[in-house]
């Protein structure tokens, strides 16, 4: 299983650029880049920082799971 997040979508309408999402959630750009691009995993820090930057959200409304043999990042069925 691999999480995977709604962050993005979410901070369109919330902050301006990644500098700004990043500053709020605790973390470096350079991580927030890596996450966005595929080529980080979303470690606990993020997750914290996600909580942080989208305090009226759920945690099911930031993240989700998806197989690691899966080709789309589409939800699993709750």
């Known amino acids: 299983m691999l999480v995977k997040t709604r962050v993005f979508e979410l901070s369109n309408g919330s902050y301006k650029n990644l ?3 990043a ?3 605790g973390i470096s750009v350079s ?3 890596r996450v966005r691009e595929g080529k ?4 606990q820090k993020f997750i914290i920082g996600a909580i942080k ?3 009226a ?3 099911d ?3 989700y799971l998806v197989a690691e043999s899966s080709t789309e990042d589409e939800p699993l069925a709750r």
């Open 61 to 63: 409304d930031l993240f």
């Open 40 to 43: 980080r995993n979303i470690n």
């Open 31 to 33: 991580q927030v880049y």
């Open 53 to 55: 930057a989208f305090p």
């Open 23 to 25: 500053r709020v959630m």
């Open 19 to 21: 500098s700004e999402l």
């Open 57 to 59: 959200h759920r945690l």
